[in-house]
């Protein structure tokens, strides 16, 4: 009877340790965003992240050093904001394309564990009967209609990594960011009209690309005027685009471009002689830029920062306080761990109206 016992013990030891050669035995489980319950080594080491965002979360939940092999994409010349935080990533050795690696090249690292973004149980089950390594899946959300299912997946991360207090303290940071900017502007009786164009989807976009639930402008009660489009033609997906006749109807008073759609904007504005004529905008020299957040998947530090900017440009009296720079800093040692504004600004260019060569002092 002993012997039995011994040999069902051995068994069982053995079926939690991964054909990749990895000798990290799986002594719990967590389960993942779809529900799987994941067998894990109470000590992970090493990990890989796959598929669109996964290592942008991961980096969030604390997880950067860590990382022992990355996707093709983040190896090249990017502007990608955890690499700029993390460079030593870009030097990893490379797993395979993106959205989802190459198996035979993830082996070679041989991770503890592979984080898994936009996937279903069937696909994160097979590649972990594959691979023989822990796949554990996540879900992105955002961080405004969607923010309990983001902070929902960077906990999850968390408790496998075992940075819980780096993530929660994150997350805490979030909502004092967030409950601050409603804050300064809750009892203003009456918001400009305003408009954000030039969002990228998959590639860059012109001025009738717009985002109807623009998270920055929701948090310091902006009124986003695209926000009228019925919801059947919103995709965050595919995005969201109107006619340049329905700009020129909403004519908002204030419009925000995304750097990343900025040179077809400007187009735009040289080739549509109507845009200039017919958009108060246009006439009163109120157009600024934001920083791009559609970049490989979302950058939500980089939303709550154009809030800032938003809200400084649209009640400069509320946000006279606020240095731009030292708040993106502080943002972005907070989301991805260094102060890497310095970085941004000479990838992405200051904050500034348009018509000005530099920003003022009052933008920055």
Known sequence: ???????????????????????AACTRTENDALGREVALPDSVKKI????????????????????????????????FTHIFAHPEL????????????DAELILTVNPDLIFMSATTTEDADALQKRMGIPVFAI????????????????????????????????????????AE??????????????????????????????????????FIGADNVASRIDSAYVSPISGTYIDREQLIDWNPDVIFIDVGGLSLVEENFKTQKSLNRLLAAYRNRRIYTLWPYNNH???FEVMLINA???????????????????????ILTRFVGRP?????????????????DTPSTTEL
């Open 181 to 218: 900017l409603k804050r300064r502007t809750s009892t203003i009786p009456h918001a400009p009209k305003t408009y954000v164009g030039g969002i990228s989807y998959r590639g860059q976009k012109d001025i009738t690309s717009t985002d109807p639930y623009y998270a920055a402008f929701a």
């Open 297 to 299: 998947h979302s950058n």
């Open 139 to 178: 879900e992105y959300g955002d961080i405004h209609r969607n923010r309990s299912l983001f902070y929902r997946s960077l906990r999850q991360i968390a408790r496998v990594l075992r940075t819980e207090a780096k993530t929660d303290s994150l997350l805490c940071f979030i909502d004092g960011q967030i």
């Open 308 to 330: 800032w900017y938003a809200g400084k440009v649209l009640w400069p009296e509320r946000f006279a306080d606020i240095s731009i720079p030292e708040k993106a800093d502080e």
């Open 340 to 356: 890497i504004q310095n970085e941004l600004r000479r990838c992405w260019g200051d904050f500034r109206n348009i018509f000005h």
């Open 48 to 79: 890989v992240c796959i598929r669109s965002g996964a290592i942008r979360l991961v980096t969030y939940a604390g997880g950067a050093p860590l990382i022992c092999g990355v996707e093709e994409q983040e190896c090249r010349k990017n502007d």
């Open 90 to 101: 870009a030097h990893k050795p490379v797993i395979g394309p993106a959205m989802g690696g």
């Open 1 to 23: 009877m002993k012997l039995l016992i011994i040999i069902c013990s051995l068994f069982i030891c053995a079926s939690c340790h991964i054909r990749s050669g990895n000798t």
